[in-house]
């Protein structure tokens, strides 16, 4: 069996805080693939970015609790890597796109320099050599005018040339996964398509696995071959994407496709989920979700494990699965 560039078993994270431990994740599991494209997707705070930033190992040290758990890439022990490792391990084996890239470029250098920077870190080229590779990587992004763009400060380029600029970094010294977290949620519409068939592209080109981190379904039913749906810090549903999306079986998942407005139908009342998320320092006994679930029943006093609900491996933490076909 070929091994997982991304492996993520059972991983239970906290944070200390005023008011008890904040339980951030909660027995996540998650796997990527070489090539493949997994969405992670889910409300704000049900623990997408703490998932990518753990993976890359950008969490503050001391301020997190790991209580169980393992991150293996491309089989190598992340959670107990030495710093050393990791700077070896970030841009070569895992690169990270982030939401908004003017405050992930730094603004006092140019362009060119950051690129030709990370490249000869990795990799033992010339600087003549690695300004014709950050040059040819810009011209991939399909950036107009690559050597005047070099030369640029961050400022001085727009919000999609930013990221187009952020993708061109990602890719730069050939890693095998690439995490992009909510990278085209500050673009205009236009924009943003124009971004993701550049991200695509790109990954189907190289073989590069890609965790694309949404909160917009219909974003990542046009990019990923699988998707994961997080709540209150768990993984409550996966599978294919198409079957999550068209035959999703747990009420949040339903919940949060049928919260999604419709094309071409203006003025639309959409419906929405009842209730709050719970307070992840006082988590409920059992289902996380069932206080705000029309079909909680006696059985969702207990934890529901992941287990295997429709074809093609789809799984659902449910006791009550249910059999919603959804139109997106």
């Not at 998932?51 to 209580?67: E, F, K, N």
């Not at 990799?123 to 690559?146: F, G, H, T």
């Not at 977290?181 to 189907?204: F, G, S």
């Not at 949060?256 to 409920?284: K, S």
């Amino acid at each position: 069996m070929t091994q997982p560039v991304l492996d993520i078993q059972q991983l239970h994270l906290s944070f200390p805080g005023f008011n008890g431990d904040v339980h951030a994740l909660n027995n996540v599991s998650l796997q990527i693939n070489r090539g493949e494209i997994v969405g992670l997707v889910g409300e704000s705070g049900s623990g997408k970015s703490v998932t990518a930033m753990l993976i890359m190992r950008l969490l503050p040290t001391g301020s997190y609790c790991v209580h169980r758990g393992q991150i293996s890439l491309l089989g190598d022990d992340v959670l107990n890597a030495r710093e050393k490792q990791l700077r070896q391990w970030r841009g070569a084996r895992v690169a990270m796109i982030f939401q908004e890239p003017m405050t992930a470029l730094n603004p006092t250098l140019r362009i060119g320099l950051q690129m030709m920077d990370v490249i000869r870190h990795h990799q033992p080229i010339s600087r003549r050599e690695a300004r014709a590779k950050a040059i040819a990587l810009l011209e991939e992004m399909q950036i107009p005018d690559a050597v005047e763009v070099m030369s640029r400060y961050p400022f001085e380029l727009s919000g999609g040339m930013r990221q187009r600029v952020m993708i061109a970094l990602a890719f730069s010294c050939e890693p095998q996964l690439i995490i992009a977290d909510e990278p085209t949620t500050a673009l205009d519409v236009t924009v943003q398509l124009q971004v993701l068939r550049l991200l695509k592209h790109k990954a189907r080109a190289s073989g590069t696995a890609v965790l694309f981190i949404s909160h917009d379904m219909a974003v990542v039913s046009q990019l990923c071959d699988s998707v994961y749906v997080m709540y209150a810090g768990s993984v409550i549903e996966s599978g294919v994407t198409a079957d999550v999306i068209h035959h999703p079986r747990h009420p949040y998942t339903i919940g949060l496709l049928q919260c999604a407005p419709e094309h071409g139908v203006p003025r639309q009342l959409l419906p929405a989920i009842p209730g709050t998320v719970p307070n992840l320092t006082h988590l409920p006994d059992g289902c996380a979700f069932r206080d705000r679930c029309y079909a909680a029943g006696a059985q969702c006093e207990n934890v529901p494990a992941l287990t295997a609900c429709g074809d093609n491996n789809q799984r659902c933490a449910c006791w009550y699965p249910q059999q919603e076909v959804i139109s997106v």
